[in-house]
């Protein structure tokens, strides 16, 4: 027995060495194709540079070679695994199409095609019958992971697109239509996009779209204030319509906006809203009543437009004359002579109260409501001096003729900075239009933050 014993023992650790060899070969087979891989790539380069260098030539002939032997041989040799096999022998034709342009590889092309079918078509029919497996017992991640695999190696196999939409599609449906039961219609909608987006012919998906949509679509009245009157009440539809514009513009198929020309019907909604009750006739028009209302109004717009005031003042403009120095040559010299410019002053002003409110149509509810405020102002300085000199502040007491009392500021760079300086304020006119598109951001973007959903 204890001879036995041995006998196993030393099988056992024969049967190790043989396997730690041969992982040892495959471990060294691979990083010399490795090496032969960076190498063919690098001569491609060097010949991609320099067509005509006979040398890059040679040595992508030898090595080349040298690595396509590496990689047949490597398929040769995978030990009857399918698996192993196909992909050795892919990435042989991978490098072989590479180097065909450098290379004559005819020798390589078509040698081993009947082995690799054979062996395509029995790995092909165990994860295709393996993938039935999965999806008849609902694991379809597992099954998709063998059919995204079986598309890969051939995408033309039996029904495998079909499964593999069948397999992505049916986990999806499922899920959806569970949120569809908890009124949860945003999420399902959103659940359903990216696969939408990839099968867009998938009925049974866009159904589901479509209903999510129809339970969870929220319509939303935008509202004035009649006892609004003057310039709030012209700001306050401006405001409207570019609140109505803005929401819009980002396309959310759960908010409906109201149709505005049924103006009867919206007025008596709008009246019912103000009143605190609810108007019994506009229930009963379902295509038009809204789930809720959102008031937008000016409640106060001050706009002040500015006097030009126009000041007179006195100062300096510096010019040069020619004179004759000791040694009789000419030279400039910097004197100063009194004038009189303009200085204007201009500043407009305008401030803006906003009120919004959403109220749920059925109860007359106020869900939420917040006033905002936006302050404009702007102002030009300028000086007006027809002079070509540099203009400096001051003061004096006779125009032509010198009095202690003179003075002159060092501030000509001020002047001149002035004198360019913009002449035209902005208007309080321009201040409403820019209110308006603030403000109506505000209360557009509150809007679509909240996601407004018909339970």
């Known amino acids: 027995m204890k001879k036995i014993g041995l006998i196993l023992c030393s099988m056992l650790l024969l049967s190790s060495c043989k396997g730690a060899k041969y992982h040892y070969k495959s471990g060294k087979k691979h990083a010399q194709a490795s090496m032969l891989k960076e190498s063919v790539t690098s001569y491609k380069k060097a010949i991609d540079r320099k067509p005509n260098k006979v040398k890059y030539r040679i040595a992508m002939e ?8 590496e990689l047949y041989t490597n398929y040769r040799f995978a030990d009857g695994n399918d698996s192993a096999s196909i992909y050795k022998f892919r990435d042989a034709e991978k ?5 065909a342009p450098y290379i004559n590889t005819s020798r390589y092309e078509g040698f081993y095609d009947r082995d690799y079918n054979d062996q395509l078509s029995r790995f092909l029919g165990q994860k295709y019958e393996r993938s039935n497996k999965w999806i008849r017992t609902r694991q379809y991640e597992r099954a998709q992971k063998n059919l995204v695999e079986i598309k890969e190696l051939d995408p033309d196999y039996k029904d495998v697109k079909a499964l593999l939409e069948f397999a992505e599609v049916e ?3 499922v899920s959806a239509l569970e949120l569809l039961e908890k009124s949860e219609y945003r999420n399902a909608y959103e659940l359903l996009q990216p696969t939408l987006k990839k099968y867009p012919k998938q009925n049974l998906l866009r159904k589901l779209e479509e209903q999510a949509i129809e339970r969870g679509k929220y319509r939303l009245g935008i509202i004035s204030d009649p006892n609004i009157t003057g310039s709030e009440a012209t700001m306050s539809a401006a405001l409207q319509s570019a609140v109505i514009s803005l929401i819009q513009r980002e396309k959310d198929p759960f908010l409906e906006l109201l149709d505005r020309t049924n103006f009867d019907l919206l007025q008596q909604e709008q009246d019912a809203i103000i009143n605190g009750t609810t108007n019994e006739a506009a229930v009963t028009q379902e295509l038009l009543a809204a789930d809720g209302y959102l008031k937008v109004i000016i409640t106060h717009a001050h706009e002040e437009e500015g006097r030009l005031f126009q000041e007179t003042k006195k100062g300096w403009e510096k010019y040069y004359v020619t004179e004759k120095n000791e040694e009789g040559e000419d030279i400039k010299k910097a004197k100063y002579k009194k004038v009189t410019y303009l200085e204007y002053h201009k500043r407009n002003e305008a401030g803006y109260d906003m009120q919004v409110a959403l109220v749920e149509r059925a109860t007359s509810k106020i869900l939420w409501t917040e006033s905002y405020h936006q302050d404009f102002n702007d102002e030009v300085h300028y000086v007006q001096y027809s002079g070509s000199g540099s203009l400096y502040s001051g003061s004096w007491r006779y125009e032509h003729k010198a009095h202690p009392s003179d003075r002159r500021s060092n501030d000509s760079g001020r002047l001149n900075r002035l004198r360019k300086g913009n002449k035209r304020v902005k208007s309080t006119s321009s201040m409403r239009k820019d209110a308006v598109g603030i403000l109506a951001k505000k209360a557009a ?11």
């Open 62 to 69: 030898e090595t080349a070679n040298a690595l396509l032997e």
């Open 95 to 99: 490098w072989r199409n590479y180097l």
């Open 171 to 173: 986990p999806i449906y």
């Open 445 to 455: 973007d509150y809007v679509l933050a909240q996601k407004l959903i018909r339970e």
